[in-house]
DNA sequence: ACTTACGGTAAGTCATGACTAACGCAACGG
DNA sequence: CCGTTGCGTTAGTCATGACTTACCGTAAGT
């Protein structure tokens, strides 16, 4: 878990990335995510599992409900894999533009 | 394109993950791609075609083949969709867990 | 021109996954 | 207690997408 690679598929899908901003934005149960969702609150529940099991967010008990909240160190993992990338690539990326204007 | 939400649909597959880690060391080709892939020769074709989309691998001509690399710009919009996320999220995310220290 | 190398496209198959309805379970409130 | 609220899980359906085979276009080499 909290392995970068997963994260990709859970944010893959439109409505789990939807689920995603609404609680960066703040903490909310799944009942409140279902209300303003266009799926029924059994789907809301099984993206939270996915997103969960990413490392993205994590839940608390609340009485009888459950609060999920982003987990900020899933998101740094994915960012982490990202950066391996960016600093060879983006060095590449610019001796190839070079060697390309001496045409 | 160039739009970071489908870049985690492109980087959703383990095939085209390996792809786009393949691409990052260095450019290569549609068939040395497929070489060292499981997959076939069209198969990689349509992953690459998707990966162009998403805007993180470019190509060009050179004679018969076409050459792919890693697109800096495309990682780069996937960094900065996860930065606006990531210092809210950090922030409300460490204010919970002291809260939670007064039970 | 003919052939060969290289790659994108089309059509069809099969597995994955997103969804709903129905059910089961725990935590309060009367 | 007993009903209600709030979630998770299961079973089953339907769409998406990853893959292969076959085919077509294009750029050299002879």
Redesign the interface.
Known sequence: MTNA?DG??A??DDTR?DI??RL????LSVGELAEKLPVSRPAVSQHLKILKAAGLVVDHAEGTRRVY????RG??A??GY??R??D???A??KE?VEEEKDS
Do not use: G, N, Q, S
Not at 24 to 27: F, S, V
Not at 69 to 72: I, L, Q
């Open positions: 690679t990709f598929a944010l893959a990335r995603f901003e960066a934005k703040r903490p909240r982003v987990d900020p998101v740094e994915m960012r990202l950066d990338f960016w060879r690539a983006l590449a990326f190839a």
